[in-house]
T-cell receptor, first 113, second 114 residues
Framework: GDSVTQMEGPVTLSEEAFLTINCTYTATGYPSLFWYVQYPGEGLQLLLKATKADDKGSNKGFEATYRKETTSFHLEKGSVQVSDSAVYFCALSFSGGYQKVTFGIGTKLQVIP | DAGVTQSPTHLIKTRGQHVTLRCSPISGHKSVSWYQQVLGQGPQFIFQYYEKEERGRGNFPDRFSARQFPNYSSELNVNALLLGDSALYLC?????????????FGPGTRLTVT
């Protein structure tokens, strides 16, 4: 079945450091790929998405590129802030039929001043 | 515009009891999905409903059931609660034909089973 593998945290970075959170997927076909963010005590918010190979999703300084050849969708940010501290989930889904989203385990990011 | 709303926010039940969780989708959204997020894990798909019909079901026992009402709101029911049912239950709504596969999540209901 479909699955998403992402690096386990926690990841601790100093403010203004570079962030990379790795994500790879296994799926039959070509899914849409997503990064969701969950702040403490809150639900999930869509951070960015990409729907086909070589697409780059970006939002709030975060970026991720859909790499079909390596089945990856790594999340990056050039300079993290304390307010970026949250849990980040990589996810995939297929259109058509029913829209089940398959999530990774989540990576907790802590940014210290 | 209001986002996806869920009630209650928190709930404490004892083993063997029954629970009903509620979700109201974003206005105009006709599809609702339910997810279970156990502490320290990613959300797991439970159900999707569209136009009051079940369109998909995850790997959950028959103790879990749901329904969707004419106004597109939804209820998730769990019978014979187990300690392992303690989790954050998330509801998400979608616009069919809208942004491809994009789901909008509510804040969740935190269920604790003692």
């Amino acid at each position: 079945g479909d699955s998403v593998t992402q690096m386990e945290g926690p990841v601790t970075l100093s403010e203004e450091a570079f962030l990379t959170i790795n994500c790879t997927y296994t799926a039959t076909g070509y899914p849409s790929l997503f990064w969701y963010v969950q702040y403490p005590g809150e639900g999930l918010q869509l951070l960015l998405k990409a729907t086909k190979a070589d697409d780059k999703g970006s939002n709030k300084g975060f970026e991720a590129t859909y790499r079909k050849e390596t089945t990856s969708f790594h999340l990056e940010k050039g300079s993290v802030q304390v307010s970026d501290s949250a849990v980040y989930f990589c996810a995939l889904s297929f259109s058509g039929g029913y829209q089940k989203v398959t999530f990774g385990i989540g990576t907790k990011l802590q940014v210290i001043p | 515009d209001a986002g996806v709303t869920q009630s209650p926010t928190h709930l404490i039940k004892t083993r063997g009891q029954h629970v009903t969780l509620r979700c109201s989708p974003i206005s105009g959204h006709k599809s609702v999905s339910w997810y279970q997020q156990v502490l320290g894990q990613g959300p797991q798909f439970i159900f999707q409903y569209y136009e009051k019909e079940e369109r998909g079901r995850g790997n959950f026992p028959d103790r879990f059931s749901a329904r969707q009402f004419p106004n597109y709101s939804s209820e998730l029911n769990v019978n014979a609660l187990l300690l392992g049912d303690s989790a954050l239950y998330l509801c998400a709504s979608t616009v069919p034909g809208g942004p491809r596969d994009e789901q909008y999540f509510g804040p969740g209901t935190r269920l604790t089973v003692t």
